[in-house]
């Protein structure tokens, strides 16, 4: 069974690219010493590459996301490497990337040991990222083939829209990973609740990563709190309460938990209730 690493990534003010470099590689090292095969960052752990530059730019919403672009590179690059060093699947920090008509897209790339590389976008974008930060929703729904079966990405708020996850379970996701970036108790409790509900309907593993830690200097991810977490079904096989493992509320750390990929498939088909082959009958109301 594939064993999962879900992160409490604590945001630092890093200063050059190099203390970056070393962070990233020690969290990776950290999981892949405790035989993780697949790691989850959280939502905008990116942005604490924004230290990286002068003041008047990591103050500064849209300068920020001008300055990061010049990172990207380096940034899936580093991934990739990570990825094929430690043979791990890695979904990085999400990144805000700019598009050629000028707008940004909130992005979480996933990486393969193989040294593939693809994306999901942010489908939902919350008031924040509208009506100040100025990020623009994605629209395509994707599903990743890896080696222990077929893993999708609902980024944050997205986890809180059920119809996301359904259409990704119905494509074969029995692994959804969700990075998120809550600022306030209640943010992380919708997140957690909408992941809870996906594994839940669509009897599914769910992975939810934390950004946790403050950073004053910085306009876009000044609080950040939460915890991580990999949630189940619940039904036989599976924990009573649907929650395979859970961290220490905002203390920095990997939650970790082995992933049994075929039993999602034994409890669709055997389980006491069958919310994934139920869901098309709640439309039938004759």
């Known amino acids: 069974m594939p064993k999962l690493a879900s992160a409490q990534y604590d945001i630092g003010f890093l200063e050059t690219w190099p203390n970056f470099v070393a962070k990233t590689r020690k969290w990776v090292q950290e999981a892949a010493d405790n035989q993780a095969d697949m790691l989850l960052f959280p939502e905008y752990a990116c942005m604490e590459l924004a230290s990286l530059f002068p003041k008047a730019v990591y103050s500064s919403l849209s ?48 990486f393969s040991p193989q040294g593939t590389l693809d994306f999901q976008e942010k489908l939902t974008m919350t008031r924040f990222e509208n009506e100040q930060w ?96 990999i949630f189940t079904p619940v039904d036989r096989g599976f924990p009573d309460n649907g929650i395979l493992a859970v ?24 389980g006491q209730v069958f919310n994934y082959r139920d869901w098309p009958k709640q439309f039938d109301c004759r």
């Open 134 to 229: 100025h990020i623009s929703r994605g629209f395509e729904i994707k599903v990743f083939e890896t080696e222990f079966g077929k893993v999708a990405i609902n980024i944050c708020y997205d986890s809180e829209f059920p119809h996301y996850a359904r259409r990704q379970a119905e494509q074969g996701a029995t692994l959804i990973l969700t990075p998120s970036c809550t600022d306030t108790r209640a943010g992380y409790n919708r997140v957690r609740i909408g992941c809870q509900a996906r594994a839940l309907e669509n009897q599914c593993y769910v992975a939810q990563a934390s950004l946790v830690g403050n950073a004053d200097w910085s306009e876009a991810v000044d609080v950040n709190c939460g915890a991580a977490a």
């Open 63 to 110: 300068e920020q996301l001008v300055a990061l672009q010049t990172l990207l590179p380096d940034y899936l690059q580093l991934f990739k490497t990570l990825a094929v060093e430690y043979r791990l699947y890695i979904q990085a920090g999400t990144f805000p990337v700019q598009q050629q008509n000028g707008e940004y897209r909130n992005r979480a790339y996933f």
């Open 247 to 270: 961290g220490e509320y905002n203390r920095p750390q990997w939650v970790y938990a082995e992933v049994d990929m075929a039993a999602i498939e034994r409890v669709r088909k055997e």
